[in-house]
T-cell receptor
Framework: DTEVTQTPKHLVMGMTNKKSLKCEQHMGHRAMYWYKQKAKKPPELMFVYSYEKLSINESVPSRFSPECPNSSLLNLHLHALQPEDSALYLC?????????????FGEGSWLTVV | KQEVTQIPAALSVPEGENLVLNCSFTDSAIYNLQWFRQDPGKGLTSLLLIQSSQREQTSGRLNASLDKSSGRSTLYIAASQPGDSATYLCAVREERMEYGNKLVFGAGTILRVKS
């Protein structure tokens, strides 16, 4: 099983709302990631969690708040977003930080900020 | 700063053709290179992973090569089928001191295989 599950698949939220994106994997992977992908653009790294600790934050605005409650779950809390934050948010996981690890992506959550 | 370029940006071929997608990167200090497929509105599916010490990897009709010193990789698709139509992305993993993989993606090649 090489599945990374993301919910919800689609989310529409107002600029004053608070919402969360969720990601789950049961492959025993210890590294999990959030990527953002705008239309017709490649994915861009936002955060990396390694062994449930935040190891990389690519200078993401604080209106995006990641959380890793345990080794299988990764959340992205959203608050006071802007319309330009509308994008496909992709979660991914890999066995660890070692070079040989394939990274597996979920289907993504489409976010629209109105 | 690592930059990844994919050529061509788009490709349209008749069914059955063999084709080559190209990927180049500016900094050869990479751990590995991974090829992905993305269908419209979907996530990324990993196709092949090539370690920096390897020259090529094969999976079914797909063959990926890596020339780390020249900063190039190619994805060869044999006997293309309409179901191969998708965007193909290559990504390199940078050598960084921090834990975790940072993938730097190319802009992708949009492939259309006509029946």
């Amino acid at each position: 099983d090489t599945e990374v599950t993301q919910t919800p698949k689609h989310l529409v939220m107002g600029m004053t709302n608070k919402k969360s994106l969720k990601c789950e994997q049961h492959m025993g992977h210890r590294a999990m990631y959030w990527y953002k992908q705008k239309a017709k653009k490649p994915p861009e790294l936002m955060f990396v969690y390694s062994y449930e600790k935040l190891s990389i934050n690519e200078s993401v605005p604080s209106r995006f708040s990641p959380e890793c409650p345990n080794s299988s779950l990764l959340n992205l809390h959203l608050h006071a977003l802007q319309p330009e934050d509308s994008a496909l948010y992709l979660c991914a996981s890999s066995q660890g930080h070692l070079s040989g690890n394939t990274i597996y992506f979920g289907e993504g959550s489409w976010l629209t900020v109105v | 700063k690592q930059e990844v370029t994919q050529i061509p940006a788009a490709l349209s071929v008749p069914e059955g053709e063999n084709l080559v997608l190209n990927c180049s990167f500016t900094d050869s200090a990479i751990y590995n290179l991974q090829w992905f497929r993305q269908d419209p509105g979907k996530g990324l599916t990993s196709l092949l992973l090539i370690q920096s010490s390897q020259r090529e990897q094969t999976s079914g009709r797909l063959n990926a090569s890596l020339d780390k010193s020249s900063g190039r990789s190619t994805l060869y698709i044999a006997a293309s089928q309409p179901g191969d139509s998708a965007t193909y992305l290559c990504a390199v993993r940078e050598e960084r001191m921090e834990y975790g993989n940072k993938l730097v993606f190319g802009a992708g090649t949009i492939l259309r295989v006509k029946s």
